[in-house]
């Protein structure tokens, strides 16, 4: 077994966990997974249902932190429901994509530098996994924990949901009761932040095997001319494993098209909201939780778009710098055929409209600062 099959297998439970949450694909999965899972999305509709409640009840509705956080609580939670419906339909596609990484895992190759090159990107890939796991349930873990406090220490923003059928009245101890609240509220955050990164980061793994796989291709093309040599069958490699890899960003697109195009949707209100209500509660650390969380709702789809866009062009130009006159006549009309194929554009896009990249979530940064001056300037 190769060291990063190894390495595959050891992470292969959370990945498990991460795609069966995507899917909802429980009946294939562990009864721990099932239960955690069944878990979180109880608790998101209840809260969701909460929330709706809350902004239904309320008497004079006004845009005050109080309601600007309820508006992005329910923002979040459609979210939450949106992703694993896609994922619901588009399971086949998943099952599909996470078999190709799977091969590639599999792979064994009998030349030693081919087998560094497909070991060097592949653990790689995983070690970024590994990290952008444990950092992203850490920071959103922190960020709930620290959004919630604030509400508790502050008053006037009072509570974003309400429980029916209780009433306060009901209750002897007021401080209590009104603790229990504000505990509970803690937890329903929580409860949505570490759901919502959880499907975050199975995207996340399906983008970063991707890249791995163009990072391969890149560099088994840049020793082409030198196996070329040595091995005849090396170009078939080439275009067996080109071939793969359009597959897979097709599919991945198709996965993710109609999830990207939301997140950019939500990062740009959340965005909108935090720097406006930043005109009126400078100082406090809630609005700046807010804008770095919606923030990072799209960041790192944009950053992993931007690369797989990056690394496409690099291709080409890797492709360009072959000694294709070397090759026999059959080999050169294969050559014209990957070529052509590789001038195409492959990236990832929000609604097949919008491009997933660093530019787009700029252009929404624009947006956000541009609304947020212009509000600024006609308060004065």
Known sequence: MTPQMEQFLKAKPRIDFLMIHLTLNVASGHSKNRFIIFFLAFFNILF????????????????????????????????????????????????????????????????????????????????????????????????????????????????????????????????????????????????????????????????????????????????????IKTDPKFFGKIIKRHCSLIENVNLLNNIISKISFYHLILACFALLFGMTFLITYATGIANYIIIVCGGSLSLPMCILGEIIRNKTDDISDILYLTNWYELSVKEQKMFLIILGMAQREYGLKAGGMYDVNLYTFVQILKIAFSYSALLYSLSQ
């Not at 429901?81 to 190759?109: D, T």
């Not at 796989?213 to 082409?224: G, H, P, W």
């Open 48 to 227: 969701f249902f909460f929330v709706i409640l809350h902004l239904m009840h309320l008497n004079n509705f006004e845009l005050n932190f109080n309601s600007l956080n309820t508006i992005l609580t329910i923002g979040a939670s459609i979210g939450y429901g949106f992703k694993i419906i896609v994922g619901l339909f588009k399971r086949q596609k998943f099952g599909r994509l996470l078999q190709n990484i799977s091969k590639i895992y599999e792979e064994q190759e009998e030349d030693e530098e081919l087998g560094r090159i497909l070991e060097k990107h592949l653990m790689n890939s995983l070690k970024i996994f590994k990290f952008c796991d444990r950092c992203g349930i850490r920071i959103f873990f922190i960020a709930s924990i620290l959004c919630s406090s604030y509400f508790r220490l502050n008053a006037d923003y009072g509570l974003t949901y309400e429980l029916p059928f209780i009433a306060s009245d009901n209750f002897k101890d007021k401080f209590l009761w009104k603790e229990f609240l504000y505990i509970l509220q803690g937890f329903f955050y929580i409860n949505l932040a570490i759901a919502t990164i959880s499907l975050d980061i199975g995207i996340v793994f399906l983008c970063l095997k991707v890249i791995a796989e163009m990072n391969i291709l890149s560099d088994y093309m840049k020793v082409l001319n030198e196996k």
